[in-house]
């Protein structure tokens, strides 16, 4: 028997999930921005770092520091909570947690193109796999045999576009 509230990939954008960017306005200001995607568009948007009049120093720094924020928000797209220590004290504002019941974390990597992979695997018999390809599709049909195959792969055309009512805490 299923899960009544368990969290339904089916309704999940490939674009959706927390992001981290570095916005630069011309030469005037540059701004280091952690948010989270829902519907493919932005729900949530926090301004982490602030410089105004930048020099490629100021800018290069800020990339550097995106490269860590993008680590923050791959562990909250596996299901990582915001209360958690560490993002805590990265972070400083609260960005929420996915909701993933009836889910746990199975694996993570990433794809040729760049885009991180992220596995889970339904807590109950008979055992379930999602594999979501960010930015790409979110399969919600595997089977064992093709979560464990690692050339397993799924044209992002393929995947249906859908909306979702909300999956932020």
């Known amino acids: 028997m299923r899960n009544t509230n368990e969290f339904n990939w089916s309704e999940v954008n490939p ?5 981290v960017e570095v916005v630069q306005s011309g030469d005037a200001l540059v701004e280091l921005v952690f948010g989270f995607k829902q ?6 948007s926090e301004r982490l770092h602030s410089i105004k009049m930048p020099t490629h120093k100021d800018i ?4 550097r520091r995106a490269i860590f924020y993008r680590g923050l928000a791959e562990y909250l797209n ?40 992220h596995e889970f695997i339904s807590q109950e018999e008979p055992f379930r796999f999602v594999r979501w390809v960010r930015n790409e599709f979110v399969d919600t049909d595997l089977n064992e045999q093709e979560v464990l195959d690692e050339q397993y ?3 992002a055309d393929s995947s249906a576009d859908v909306s979702h009512a909300g999956y932020i805490a």
């Open 60 to 63: 290069g720094d800020l990339k």
């Open 78 to 117: 596996a299901g990582g909570s915001d209360a958690d220590y560490l993002c805590q004290k990265a972070l400083d504002v609260s960005v929420g947690s996915l909701l993933l019941d009836g889910w746990d974390y199975f694996d993570h990597g990433v794809n040729t193109d760049g885009n991180n992979v």
């Open 39 to 44: 519907h493919g568009r932005v729900a949530l």
């Open 153 to 155: 792969t799924r044209t």
């Open 15 to 19: 674009e959706d999930g927390y992001f």
